[in-house]
């Protein structure tokens, strides 16, 4: 059984780093792709940043130059470091796995939006707040 273990979040001011950590445990077959999502009460669950297993990177718009992903094979960790954080990073962050990874964007009111078609398995989410 897949298990993907969250840790790292808290409360930061604005202008403030956070890293997060995913641990990952079971996988019975290789993944493509891992990353982080983030949610906000009321919106949808959305792509923050994709690491594929060939070692590409998606970031969300948003957060491109702000936030790394990087990525341990040999341990089967997946790290977000997070700078210059701002109250709208605020949210749920659930580490995330696919084993055949498609991306793609959705547009809402002129905003690009990082989603990702075969996500097999999540992580229970992590809160991060930041205080302005």
């Known amino acids: 059984q897949v298990q993907l273990t969250e840790s790292g979040g808290g409360s930061v001011q604005s202008g403030g780093s956070l890293r997060l950590s995913c641990a990952a445990s079971?996988?019975?077959?290789?993944?493509?792709?891992m990353g982080w999502f983030r949610q906000v009460p009321g919106k949808e669950r959305e792509g923050v940043a994709i690491?594929?297993?060939?070692?590409?990177?998606i970031l969300g718009d948003d957060v491109k130059r702000r936030f790394t992903i990087s990525q341990d094979k040999t341990k089967n960790t997946v790290d977000l470091q997070m700078s210059d954080l701002d109250p709208e990073d605020t949210g749920m962050y659930y580490c995330?796995?696919?084993?055949?990874?498609?991306?793609?964007?959705?547009?809402?009111?002129?905003?690009?939006?990082?989603?990702?078609?075969?996500?097999?398995?999540w992580g229970k989410g992590i809160q991060v707040t930041i205080s302005s």
């Open positions: 690491i594929f297993d060939d070692g590409n990177i």
């Open positions: 995330a796995a696919g084993r055949s990874c498609t991306p793609y964007y959705n547009t809402d009111g002129g905003r690009r939006q990082l989603g990702v078609y075969g996500i097999d398995n």
């Open positions: 079971g996988f019975t077959a290789s993944h493509e792709c």
